[in-house]
């Protein structure tokens, strides 16, 4: 199996140091990608999307293939969202959301080879021990559900509510939202004034919001997802002043974890090749984060080639840790459906990067 050097054809070492000196350049570490920084809810948090209702039933075989395209798409889109289970402010000095920043994949089922419906999932750093265990609870959970056809409730859904579900697992990014707005609880009380149609919904709301701490039960987590959720209509109908941006966007994020699991209720009805789906974490290859050897008289050159001055090289000590080389988490999952071309011939036209989608080019 070729290196990810090899099928780049990119010469490892000059790469290495051309960074180097890029980082010394900029004086930035070239390890993690250039991040929205953000102290509230930004414009990437909030796509508006009419989301799935609670699937209770198989859906008609007769989906056009553009609606099951579309399908597909939102639950990359979900999935990504899910594993990129972290979220903190700007000025947060041990911040790790791009470590977390998660990619997608879709590689349909070969009925020939009968090869297996697979998604992968990558991660910037790789997932960890928590991310594969959620991994493989997802899998045993929409194949069971595609082999039944059955629907549990979700205050009854082990896969929501556990210590160890979709809640559990997103309470960081959760409480990044909910932390928000407590702050800014005099926001929240003058929208809720505005929403009329809804005024019971948002007073349970606020005072869920109000009760909870960051170390509450995930039942308490799930029960202001829930309340988000239902709140996800309450001003589409009518204009909100430009002051209350922020606070609907918080709330509409809030919301998105129960959206993500009626999206994956509906890929696992509609989909028959779910019962036997594979998801597979893409292993962050350790031989891409080496630090590289650099010669001197490599780096003299290069400096020269860029008409940059020799004392450039007085920071190389500061900028050590810029030839940690970083393989974003798309990149991952490109170089993986390139190493094996059955994946890449079945592979779905999208993969999702959140917060970024990207058009695989098939």
């Known amino acids: 199996m070729e290196s990810i050097w090899a099928l780049a054809n990119v010469a490892e070492l000059e790469f290495f140091a051309t960074s180097k000196l890029l980082a010394m350049k900029t004086k930035k570490q070239s390890i993690a990608p250039t991040e929205q920084l953000h102290d509230e809810p930004s414009d990437e948090d909030e796509r508006e999307e009419d989301e799935e209702d609670c699937a209770t039933a198989r859906p008609s075989s007769r989906l056009a293939k553009s609606q099951h395209h579309a399908l597909v798409n939102k639950f990359l889109d979900r999935l990504a969202e899910l594993f990129s289970r972290e979220k903190s402010s700007s000025g947060c000095r041990s911040r790790q959301d791009s470590k977390h920043v998660a990619a997608t994949a879709w590689i349909n089922a070969d009925g020939g080879t009968k090869e297996a419906l697979t998604v992968t999932v990558a991660k910037n750093e ?5 991310d594969v265990k959620m991994l493989d609870r997802l899998q045993r959970w929409l194949r069971g559900m595609a082999v039944t056809g059955k629907v549990q409730s979700a205050q009854t859904d082990v896969l929501w509510v556990a210590n160890e579900g979709l809640v559990g697992f997103s309470r960081h990014r959760l409480w990044y939202y909910i932390s928000w707005l407590k702050k800014n609880d005099g926001r929240v009380a003058s929208l809720a004034a505005l929403s009329t149609d809804a005024t019971v ?6 005072c869920l919001c109000r009760d909870i701490n960051r170390n509450s039960a995930s039942q308490q987590f799930s029960k202001i997802v829930d309340a988000a959720y239902a709140l996800r209509s309450a001003w589409k109908v009518r204009s909100v002043p430009r002051e209350h941006t922020k606070a609907i966007r918080a709330i509409n994020m809030l919301g998105r ?10 890929v696992a009805l509609t989909f028959d090749a779910i019962a ?6 893409i292993p962050h290859q350790q031989d891409t984060r080496k630090r590289a050897i650099l010669p001197h008289t490599l780096l003299q050159r290069i400096l020269a080639e860029c008409n ?7 920071d190389e000590s500061e900028h050590g840790a810029a030839s940690r080389l970083h393989v974003h988490a798309e990149m991952q999952v490109l170089v993986s459906l390139t190493r094996d071309s059955n994946w890449h011939a079945r592979a779905h036209p999208y993969m999702y990067r959140c917060e970024q989608e990207t058009l695989l080019p098939l």
């Open 308 to 314: 940059l001055p020799m004392d450039s090289l007085k």
């Open 276 to 281: 036997d789906l594979e998801m597979k974490p």
């Open 257 to 266: 974890l129960r959206a993500a699991y009626e999206c994956f209720k509906s």
């Open 201 to 206: 919904q948002f007073a349970r709301f606020q």
């Open 126 to 130: 790789g997932l960890d021990d928590r």
